[in-house]
């Protein structure tokens, strides 16, 4: 079965670069979600898109944008990027606006972003 | 107080025998209830969700929900070496306007031979 597609899997960007990570949902999942995962962290939610719009903000930067596009993939956009950045960055999607019963997120396998 | 707590372990448990997860959250309206399992430097995979009071089995595992202790559970029946990892309780709150999910920090789990 067609999973959460995520690129790249692994991203190496100096400090004050810029980077942009992507996440392919799982076909006919509307809702988006990213989270950022500091090493022994939990998951921190980031931002989530349904039907195009954004839903719900958590603790993201206002270095950080993102957007979900016509087709439901969306892109994570990071500009001067500091070395707290470097984390692993999941996106996750779900077939509905809410999570109901026997849903729950589908994650990608991440991109590990390394901030020198 | 965090909104989703687990007790961080590691929770070592012979092979074979149950192992017993614990998870607590503080929103009494919360609706649905999630266990990730997490192996290091890998994305969460879902291994159960639990939406009513009461126990929900799924091969080896089973999730126990208690709303008015405001408690989750995850049991691992006849445990195995792959069962080691990090698991991590999910729950959307009520006052979720979408559909985030809120993470507990996760407990270790070492299954031991």
């Known amino acids: 079965a067609a999973g959460v597609i995520q690129s790249p899997r692994h991203l190496i960007k100096e400090k004050r670069e810029t980077a942009t990570l992507k996440c392919y949902p799982i076909p006919r999942h509307d809702t988006v979600y990213w989270y950022q995962q500091g090493p022994g962290q939990d998951p921190q939610f980031l931002i989530s898109?349904?039907?195009?719009?954004?839903?719900d903000k958590g603790s993201i930067p206002d270095r950080f944008s993102a957007q979900q596009f016509s087709d439901y993939h969306s892109e994570l956009n990071m500009s001067s990027l500091e070395l707290g950045d470097s984390a692993l960055y999941f996106c996750?999607?779900?077939?509905?606006?809410?999570?109901?019963?026997?849903?729950?997120?589908?994650f990608g396998s991440g991109t590990r972003l390394t901030v020198v | 107080q965090k909104e989703v707590e687990q007790n961080s372990g590691p929770l070592s448990v012979p092979e074979g025998a149950i192992a017993s997860l614990n998870c607590t959250y503080s929103d009494r309206g919360s609706q649905s209830f999630f266990w990730y399992r997490q192996y290091s430097g890998k994305s969460p995979e879902l291994i159960m969700s639990i939406y009513s009071n009461g126990d929900k089995e799924d091969g080896r595992f089973t999730a126990q929900l208690n709303k008015a202790s405001q408690y989750v559970s995850l049991l691992i029946r006849d445990s195995q070496p792959s069962d080691s990892a990090t698991y991590l309780c999910?729950?959307?709150?009520?006052?979720?306007?979408?559909?985030?999910?809120?993470f507990g920090s996760g407990t270790r789990l070492s299954i031991r031979p």
């Open positions: 898109f349904y039907e195009k719009m954004q839903s």
């Open positions: 999910a729950v959307n709150p009520r006052y979720s306007s979408a559909s985030k999910i809120i």
């Open positions: 996750a999607s779900s077939a509905k606006s809410t999570p109901g019963e026997d849903n729950g997120y589908t």
